[in-house]
């Protein structure tokens, strides 16, 4: 009974003011703490990110934009082009004669020959020595890493005229050679001097290239490969159906710099260039730019043609990402 009318009077009593704004403090308290915290990581990830974007603008956005407004005017002349020079409005001229002038899509052509050649040639070899070095197989592997790695080190002006003298017939040692053999070897004539620019580029890369994949290799748990070992699979079966499969994120991405960094391919070319008359000034796309640049004087030619170099660099790597994602989407 006397519960019953504790419970009465408890229930008549108004509502604790004190204890409702205690609660409201504590949880007005709470709601400051969590507006701080994300003010404060607002402003750390502000700090992180602020550098590379002011980075990415200036050597990025500011010279496209640039590049995209320069494409868009031209210096005309008159008087048969000996008075002086003005800046015109031109708008998407430059752009159709990059785009109708057939040395600038032979270079293309040229680039994709090259990649047919370079890409499996790369990608094949380099995971392959990445994996053998895995495998625990190969004797001193760092000392085997190093020497393999050593090239990349090797500046690409410096690799390319290496290479460049074991081709050159009359003082090449290598050529020497294999015509003391009966072997007669053109290594710039018309059908083997791409392959000869392919080899340059991949005694440069490839030992990089192993690294990123055998990189990959070590991040794949040792569970899983000693989980196949004891399923009774070789060394070879574990490799082919374990290492590569999970590693084919690497090979998408390998694939990828081989594209774009073929895309840019001028150092080795313009080398050859000099004395070989069949790499012409305009042999590759970037080449076909440096050309209209500092040769021809037309900044506005030249910018048009670096703009379309991008845009085909941009659809290339979104359609090799796209690639990539519709392979794992399959699985």
């Not at 785009?99 to 040229?110: C, H, I, Q, Y």
Request: glycine share 8%; aromatic share 10%; proline share 5%.
């Amino acid at each position: 009974m006397s519960t019953a009318v504790s419970s009465d009077a408890a229930a008549a009593r108004p509502p604790d003011r004190t204890g409702t704004a205690a609660a409201g403090a504590h949880g007005g308290r709470r709601s400051r703490r969590a507006r701080t915290t994300r003010r404060q990581q607002r402003t750390a990830a502000a700090l992180l990110i602020g550098p590379f974007g002011i980075l990415m603008a200036l050597v990025f956005l500011v010279p496209l934009v640039y590049a995209i407004v320069l494409s868009l005017f031209t210096v005309d002349h008159h008087g048969l082009g000996f008075g002086n020079g003005h800046t015109v409005f031109t708008g998407l001229r430059s752009y159709a004669a990059v785009l109708t002038d057939p040395t600038f899509a032979s270079g293309f052509g040229v680039i994709g020959l090259f990649l047919v050649i370079e890409v499996p040639v790369l990608v094949i070899v380099s995971l392959g020595l990445a994996l053998l070095l895995d495998s625990g197989m190969v004797r001193l592997r760092r000392t085997a890493q190093l020497f393999l790695f050593l090239p990349h080190a090797v500046p690409g002006i410096i690799a390319a005229l290496i290479w460049f003298y074991l081709y050159t017939p009359g003082v090449s040692p290598v050529v020497r050679a294999l015509s003391g053999t009966g072997l007669s070897v053109d290594f710039l004539g018309i059908h083997l001097v791409l392959p000869s620019l392919v080899n340059v580029v991949l005694w440069n890369g490839l030992g990089y290239n192993m690294v990123i994949f055998y990189a990959a290799l070590q991040a794949i748990p040792r569970e899983v490969i000693e989980a196949s070992v004891l399923d009774g699979a070789s060394a070879w079966r574990t490799a082919l159906r374990v290492k590569i499969p999970m590693v084919r994120a690497t090979v998408v991405l390998v694939v990828m710099f081989a594209v774009i960094a073929a895309l840019q391919l001028y150092t080795e070319p313009t080398l050859f260039n000099q004395t070989d008359a069949l790499v012409s000034s305009r042999y590759t796309p970037n080449m076909y730019i440096y050309d209209a640049a500092f040769d021809r004087q037309n900044y506005g030619l030249s910018s048009a043609a670096a703009v379309i170099l991008l845009v085909v660099s941009c659809v290339l790597s979104y359609a090799v990402t796209r690639w990539s994602n519709r392979g794992e989407d399959r699985k």
